[in-house]
């Protein structure tokens, strides 16, 4: 099993381009979740979806979009770049009820926006 | 809304000693969980240790432990003979055991190892 994938690794972006994260798992998780990370603080939430074809706004949803056509995709879209959106994006899966709440990590995406 | 503080942005350790990593949340829920999570320079998220708030026990792994004190709102962690590769950033998490059960996080704890 490769757990939780993210497409690309790092990305350097001009301001008003736009680009998609991608995040893919193969456990057959319902919860999925994207978080960004800047420096001097924790993760915070972006963006979440409990199941396929449904997705919810978090803390921090300015300027992002998301999609979750597929159960095991998660998508995570920036129209207009901007410097702000320079951060490290994680993205999270987990089966929801009964389990802890445990989450499973990708790697990461490095962005940055100039 | 719930919140994590940590309050020690850096800590050191002497290699073989024993550290510990503060914590305290705040929130109005009976039923959750907390977690500390390791974050090394590769910035892969490993979880480290968890504890339900319905389990008076203190969660242990090995030589991670746990004091969890929820009337105080307290969750540290303790790493017992500290090794090299113990040195990371450390985060404390919370999450509700319904709705989103997303992750909240504190702002990390970074840990330094002194051979």
């Known amino acids: 099993n490769a757990g939780v994938t993210q497409t690309p690794k790092f990305r350097v972006l001009k301001t008003g381009q736009s680009m998609t994260l991608l995040c893919a798992q193969d456990m057959n998780h319902e919860y999925m979740y994207w978080y960004r990370q800047d420096p001097g603080m924790g993760l915070r939430l972006i963006h979440y979806s409990v199941g396929e074809g449904t997705t919810a706004k978090g803390e921090v949803p300015d300027g992002y979009n998301v999609s979750r056509l597929k159960k095991q995709n998660f998508l995570l879209g920036l129209e207009s770049a901007a410097p702000s959106q320079t951060s490290v994006y994680f993205c999270a899966s987990s089966y929801g009820q009964g389990t802890y709440n445990e989450q499973f990590f990708g790697p990461g995406t490095r962005l940055t926006v100039l | 809304a719930q919140t994590v503080t940590q309050s020690q942005p850096e800590m050191s350790v002497q290699e073989a000693e024993t550290v510990t990593l503060s914590c305290t949340y705040d929130?109005?829920?009976?039923?959750?969980?907390l977690f500390w999570y390791k974050q090394p320079p590769s910035r892969q998220m490993i979880l480290v240790i968890r504890?339900?708030?319905?389990?008076?026990q203190n969660a242990t792994e090995n030589r991670f432990s746990v004091n969890f004190q929820k009337a105080a709102k307290s969750f540290s962690l303790k790493i017992s003979d500290s090794q090299l590769g113990d040195a990371a950033m450390y985060f404390c998490a919370y999450s509700m055991d319904t709705g989103r059960r997303a992750l909240t996080f504190g702002s990390g704890t970074r840990l330094q190892v002194q051979p």
């Open positions: 929130t109005s829920e009976s039923d959750y969980y």
């Open positions: 504890q339900e708030a319905y389990k008076q």
